[in-house]
Nanobody, 125 residues
Protein backbone atom coordinates (compact mmCIF):
# COMPACT_ATOMS: atom_id res chain seq x y z
CA UNK A 1 0.00 0.00 0.00
CA UNK A 2 1.24 3.52 -0.79
CA UNK A 3 0.67 6.34 1.68
CA UNK A 4 0.76 10.05 0.86
CA UNK A 5 0.83 12.48 3.77
CA UNK A 6 -0.02 16.15 3.39
CA UNK A 7 -1.16 19.18 5.35
CA UNK A 8 1.99 20.14 7.18
CA UNK A 9 3.27 23.70 7.38
CA UNK A 10 4.35 26.56 9.57
CA UNK A 11 1.98 27.72 12.30
CA UNK A 12 2.22 29.86 15.41
CA UNK A 13 1.93 28.36 18.85
CA UNK A 14 -1.72 27.87 19.75
CA UNK A 15 -2.70 27.37 16.14
CA UNK A 16 -4.12 24.34 14.34
CA UNK A 17 -3.26 22.10 11.42
CA UNK A 18 -4.99 19.11 9.88
CA UNK A 19 -2.83 16.38 8.41
CA UNK A 20 -4.17 13.94 5.85
CA UNK A 21 -2.83 10.60 4.71
CA UNK A 22 -4.25 9.10 1.54
CA UNK A 23 -3.80 5.38 1.01
CA UNK A 24 -3.91 3.30 -2.13
CA UNK A 25 -5.56 -0.08 -2.20
CA UNK A 26 -9.07 -1.47 -2.06
CA UNK A 27 -8.95 -2.77 1.48
CA UNK A 28 -8.14 0.43 3.37
CA UNK A 29 -11.05 -0.16 5.73
CA UNK A 30 -9.24 -3.23 7.07
CA UNK A 31 -5.99 -1.39 7.85
CA UNK A 32 -4.93 -0.20 11.26
CA UNK A 33 -3.49 3.31 10.91
CA UNK A 34 -1.15 5.43 12.96
CA UNK A 35 0.67 8.73 13.08
CA UNK A 36 4.24 9.09 14.30
CA UNK A 37 6.64 12.00 14.42
CA UNK A 38 10.36 12.57 14.47
CA UNK A 39 12.05 15.75 15.61
CA UNK A 40 15.67 16.56 14.69
CA UNK A 41 18.09 14.51 16.75
CA UNK A 42 15.32 12.43 18.30
CA UNK A 43 13.86 9.01 17.69
CA UNK A 44 10.56 8.49 15.96
CA UNK A 45 7.74 8.54 18.49
CA UNK A 46 4.13 7.45 18.58
CA UNK A 47 1.49 10.17 18.27
CA UNK A 48 -1.88 8.53 17.62
CA UNK A 49 -3.46 5.36 16.25
CA UNK A 50 -6.87 4.21 15.15
CA UNK A 51 -8.48 0.82 14.70
CA UNK A 52 -9.64 -0.46 11.32
CA UNK A 53 -13.26 0.39 12.05
CA UNK A 54 -12.41 3.76 13.54
CA UNK A 55 -14.18 2.91 16.77
CA UNK A 56 -11.07 2.89 18.92
CA UNK A 57 -8.22 5.39 19.17
CA UNK A 58 -5.10 5.84 21.24
CA UNK A 59 -2.90 8.86 21.85
CA UNK A 60 0.47 9.73 23.28
CA UNK A 61 0.14 11.50 26.60
CA UNK A 62 1.83 14.56 25.14
CA UNK A 63 -0.99 15.13 22.62
CA UNK A 64 -4.08 13.91 24.48
CA UNK A 65 -6.81 16.50 24.47
CA UNK A 66 -5.15 18.45 21.64
CA UNK A 67 -4.92 16.01 18.72
CA UNK A 68 -7.66 13.89 17.17
CA UNK A 69 -7.16 11.00 14.79
CA UNK A 70 -10.01 9.98 12.50
CA UNK A 71 -10.52 8.12 9.26
CA UNK A 72 -12.74 8.31 6.24
CA UNK A 73 -12.81 4.81 4.83
CA UNK A 74 -14.82 5.88 1.81
CA UNK A 75 -11.96 8.24 0.92
CA UNK A 76 -9.13 5.90 1.93
CA UNK A 77 -7.83 8.66 4.17
CA UNK A 78 -6.75 9.04 7.78
CA UNK A 79 -6.60 12.45 9.42
CA UNK A 80 -4.80 14.06 12.32
CA UNK A 81 -6.43 17.23 13.62
CA UNK A 82 -3.88 19.13 15.69
CA UNK A 83 -5.07 21.96 17.92
CA UNK A 84 -3.31 24.13 20.51
CA UNK A 85 -0.01 23.41 18.86
CA UNK A 86 3.20 23.91 20.81
CA UNK A 87 6.78 24.47 19.64
CA UNK A 88 7.62 20.99 20.93
CA UNK A 89 5.20 19.54 18.37
CA UNK A 90 7.65 20.56 15.64
CA UNK A 91 8.66 17.43 13.74
CA UNK A 92 8.23 15.47 10.56
CA UNK A 93 4.95 13.60 10.84
CA UNK A 94 4.56 10.16 9.28
CA UNK A 95 1.49 8.07 8.70
CA UNK A 96 1.71 4.29 8.81
CA UNK A 97 -0.49 1.34 7.95
CA UNK A 98 -0.83 -2.16 9.34
CA UNK A 99 -2.35 -4.23 6.56
CA UNK A 100 -4.66 -6.40 8.59
CA UNK A 101 -7.78 -5.94 10.63
CA UNK A 102 -6.82 -4.05 13.77
CA UNK A 103 -9.15 -3.93 16.75
CA UNK A 104 -6.79 -2.38 19.27
CA UNK A 105 -4.87 0.68 17.96
CA UNK A 106 -1.18 -0.10 17.56
CA UNK A 107 1.45 1.99 19.32
CA UNK A 108 4.55 0.03 18.27
CA UNK A 109 6.08 1.42 15.04
CA UNK A 110 7.73 -1.93 14.36
CA UNK A 111 4.34 -3.54 13.75
CA UNK A 112 3.41 -1.24 10.87
CA UNK A 113 4.34 -2.45 7.40
CA UNK A 114 3.81 0.63 5.25
CA UNK A 115 4.96 4.21 5.79
CA UNK A 116 4.28 7.51 4.11
CA UNK A 117 6.98 10.00 3.15
CA UNK A 118 6.37 12.44 6.00
CA UNK A 119 5.15 16.00 6.19
CA UNK A 120 6.92 18.79 8.08
CA UNK A 121 5.12 20.58 10.90
CA UNK A 122 6.83 23.64 12.35
CA UNK A 123 5.36 25.51 15.30
CA UNK A 124 6.85 28.90 16.07
CA UNK A 125 6.78 30.44 19.54
Amino acid sequence: VQLQASGGGLVQAGGSLRLSCAASGRTFSSYGMGWFRQAPGKEREFVAAISSSGSRTNYADSVKGRFTISRGNAKNTVYLQMNSLKPEDTAVYYCAARRQNVIVPILDPGVYDSWGQGTQVTVSS
